[in-house]
T-cell receptor, first 115, second 108 residues
Framework: EADIYQTPRYLVIGTGKKITLECSQTMGHDKMYWYQQDPGMELHLIHYSYGVNSTEKGDLSSESTVSRIRTEHFPLTLESARPSHTSQYLC??????????????FGPGTRLTVL | KNEVEQSPQNLTAQEGEFITINCSYSVGISALHWLQQHPGGGIVSLFMLSSGKKKHGRLIATINIQEKHSSLHITASHPRDSAVYICAVREGAQKLVFGQGTRLTINP
């Protein structure tokens, strides 16, 4: 079982609120990822990080931001939530050095609803 | 041997050609994803499949669960389709295993 955790698991908030979704892993992985996925739909990579102080946008249309100050922690922030942000957010990590040919381990996800 | 194998690793074709990229996997999966990464790094999710076939514009993805094989097709290819195409398979809830990618170049 992967040691990667996300909090909260469920969040319902009003429009305009600032929120931070937490993701932590205890496997010492350098690479971490945030994905967005609606039920039955494609998986969208929105941010990734190859190590401390390294962050990159995946899907360039994402309105969220991330930080990577510690290896084990990769929080995602929405400055002003909107109903269009309603989705499931999945955090993942991996320890491979290459870009692909990789195995990523996922957290349980945060289901966000913005009213 | 990787759990997910893509072929070819590199593909160069002329504009207008029909393109096929293959993905074979060796494990039981709950879903298969096709992703596209353009030069400059933007990564776009193209398809998620658990059975059958899906079509978006000129892109078609098929999966054969019994044969553990998926194909991504591009009809009437265009230079803007030049990118790395990545196959990834979902094993249960917690693992996503990526292929090594196929670098596609479409020449005008």
């Amino acid at each position: 079982e992967a040691d990667i955790y996300q909090t909260p698991r469920y969040l319902v908030i009003g429009t305009g609120k600032k929120i931070t979704l937490e993701c932590s892993q205890t496997m010492g992985h350098d690479k971490m990822y945030w994905y967005q996925q609606d039920p039955g739909m494609e998986l969208h990579l929105i941010h990734y990080s190859y190590g401390v102080n390294s962050t990159e946008k995946g899907d360039l249309s994402s309105e969220s931001t991330v930080s990577r100050i510690r290896t084990e922690h990769f929080p995602l922030t929405l400055e002003s939530a909107r109903p269009s942000h309603t989705s499931q957010y999945l955090c993942a990590s991996s320890d491979k050095a290459t870009d692909w040919a990789d195995t990523q381990y996922f957290g349980p996800g945060t289901r966000l609803t913005v009213l | 041997k990787n759990e997910v194998e893509q072929s070819p690793q590199n593909l160069t074709a002329q504009e207008g050609e029909f393109i096929t990229i293959n993905c074979s996997y060796s494990v039981g999966i709950s879903a298969l994803h096709w992703l596209q990464q353009h030069p400059g790094g933007g990564i776009v999710s193209l398809f998620m499949l658990s059975s059958g076939k899906k079509k978006h514009g000129r892109l078609i993805a098929t999966i054969n669960i019994q044969e553990k094989h998926s194909s991504l097709h591009i009809t009437a290819s265009h230079p803007r389709d030049s990118a790395v195409y990545i196959c990834a398979v979902r094993e249960g809830a917690q693992k996503l295993v990526f292929g090594q990618g196929t670098r596609l170049t479409i020449n005008p």
